[in-house]
């Protein structure tokens, strides 16, 4: 369901929230195999307990490949 509202271009923010700690045995999954290429705006950012981050992105999905220039 994510896929076909990121692709049908409804999805209007990411929250991705960044813990400090370095996983071996989980995070083995790759969560976004089979999602189209989207390049990520960061529209707003918050550090918690000096540790947390949570950082927002509004999404927009590329129709190829991100230019290298």
Same mark, same amino acid.
Do not use: H, N, W
């Given at each position: 369901?994510?896929?076909?509202?990121?692709?049908?271009?409804?999805?209007? &923010?990411?929250? +991705?929230? +960044? @813990? *400090?700690?370095? *996983? &071996?045995?989980?995070? &083995?999954? #790759?969560?976004? =195999?089979?999602?189209? /290429?989207?390049?990520? =705006?960061? +529209?707003?950012? &918050? *550090? @918690?307990? /000096?540790?947390?981050?949570?950082?927002?992105?509004?999404? #927009?999905?590329?129709?190829?490949?991100? /230019?290298?220039?």
């Amino acid at each position: 369901m994510c896929r076909s509202l990121l692709e049908a271009g409804l999805v209007d &923010r990411y929250r +991705v929230v +960044v @813990f *400090t700690v370095i *996983t &071996r045995k989980t995070g &083995r999954e #790759r969560i976004y =195999d089979g999602y189209p /290429d989207v390049a990520l =705006d960061m +529209v707003a950012s &918050r *550090t @918690f307990d /000096d540790s947390i981050q949570i950082l927002e992105y509004a999404p #927009r999905v590329l129709e190829g490949p991100p /230019d290298s220039a």
